[in-house]
C-alpha cells in the first residue's frame, strides 16, 4: 500500500513515489521491506525489528526516525501486542508491518480525514491518535465494571472478583505502559533532531501528547481504584469471616455451661443425691433452658448479637 500525502491520502503506485516531491506513506510487509529498502534511501543505522524490541520505542538515527509501536489487544488483553516498525524522513514514512495492523489504521485515516494543511507531521499525528482512538471510551468501561463491582461487594454479590481485580490491575498497568511508551516516542517526533518537521507543525504532535498524558492518568487513576477495590474486598471477606467467628464464639459460649451440667451428672459416682429426686431431669432442663435464655440476653445487652 502507497499512498501521497494531499488534502487526504491518495493511493498512488509505487514507482510514482520517485517521480513526485510529495510525501508519502508506505505500507509494507517485512519481506517488502528487505527488498526496497534500498529505493527509499533511509539513512538507517539499525534496522527497525518488532520481534527483536521490547516495546514501542524510536531511535534518532543519522538521516532517519526508526522504530517500533506495539498495540495491546484491547478485545484479548492476554493475547500478544500487535506491532509494526517504521522508518521515516522528510520525504515520508515506511510501516513494516507483518500482521497487517498498520494497513488498517492508515486505511481508517486515508478513509476519513481531509487537511488543509497536509504534511507528513499532520499524518503522524492522525495516525498516533488512531491508534488511541477508542481508548477513552475503553478506559470508561473499565471505570463502569469498577463501579458495579463496587456495589456487588457492598451487596455481597461478588463472587470471584479478587481474580477479576487482579486482571484490571494488569491490563490497565498494560495501558498506563502503553501511553507512557507512546508519549516518548511523540516527544521524539516533537523534538525534531534531523530538521525533518515544519516548525510549526509541531503542535500536533504537542496535542498529541496531551491527549496521551490524559489518557496515561486516567488508567494510572483507575489502576489505583482498582487497587483500593481489592483492599475493600479484602475487607469485606475479613467482616464476613469475623461474623461468622463471632456466630461459633456465641455458639461455643452458650453450650459451654449446658457441656459442664452434662459433665457434672455424667460422673459415675454412687452417692449423688439428685440422681434419687423424682424431678431432676425436669430440673436439669428448665436449668438448661434458663442457661441459655440467659446468655442470649446478657450477649444482645452486650451488643454482641
Not at 507528513?120 to 495516525?127: K, Y
Not at 451440667?261 to 428448665?286: D, K, Q, T
Request: proline share 4%; with cysteine; charged share 25%.
Amino acid at each position: 500500500m502507497h499512498y501521497l500525502i494531499d488534502e487526504s491520502l491518495t493511493p498512488c503506485a509505487p514507482k510514482e513515489l520517485r517521480n513526485t516531491d510529495r510525501q508519502f506513506v508506505a505500507v509494507l510487509t517485512p519481506d517488502q521491506w528487505t527488498q526496497r529498502r534500498s529505493t527509499f534511501e533511509l539513512g538507517i543505522d539499525i534496522d527497525p525489528d518488532p520481534d527483536v524490541a521490547l516495546g514501542t520505542q524510536a531511535e534518532v538515527n543519522y538521516d532517519a526516525i526508526t522504530g517500533t509501536i506495539f498495540i495491546p489487544d484491547h478485545t484479548s488483553p492476554d493475547a500478544p501486542d500487535k506491532r509494526f516498525a517504521f522508518a521515516l524522513d522528510e520525504k515520508g514514512v515506511v510501516l513494516i508491518d507483518a500482521q497487517e495492523t498498520a494497513a488498517g489504521l492508515v486505511a481508517a485515516i486515508a478513509a476519513a480525514r481531509r487537511w488543509r494543511r497536509p504534511g507528513l507531521e499532520r499524518f503522524l499525528a492522525d495516525f498516533l491518535m488512531q491508534i488511541i482512538k477508542d481508548d477513552a471510551a475503553l478506559l470508561r468501561g473499565y471505570e463502569r465494571e469498577l463501579d458495579r463491582m463496587e456495589d456487588a461487594i457492598l451487596a455481597d454479590t461478588a463472587a470471584g472478583a479478587s481474580e477479576r481485580i487482579n486482571d484490571m490491575r494488569s491490563e490497565l498497568r498494560d495501558l498506563d505502559t502503553h501511553y507512557n511508551d507512546l508519549m516518548d516516542l511523540t516527544q521524539v517526533l516533537e523534538e525534531n533532531e534531523n530538521g525533518f518537521f515544519r516548525e510549526e507543525d509541531l503542535r500536533y504532535f504537542r496535542t498529541v501528547y496531551g491527549r496521551l498524558d490524559k489518557l496515561r492518568d486516567q488508567a494510572s487513576s483507575l489502576r489505583d481504584q482498582a487497587l483500593q477495590m481489592r483492599d475493600l474486598y479484602k475487607m469485606h471477606l475479613d467482616v464476613r469471616q469475623n461474623h461468622i467467628m463471632a456466630a461459633l464464639t456465641i455458639v461455643t459460649a452458650i453450650f459451654a455451661p449446658l457441656t459442664l451440667i452434662v459433665g457434672w451428672y455424667g460422673m459415675n459416682f454412687e452417692h449423688m443425691p439428685e440422681l434419687a429426686w423424682p424431678w431432676s431431669y425436669p430440673a436439669v432442663a428448665v436449668l438448661s433452658v434458663l442457661v441459655v435464655i440467659g446468655c442470649i440476653v446478657f450477649f444482645k445487652h452486650r451488643k454482641w448479637l
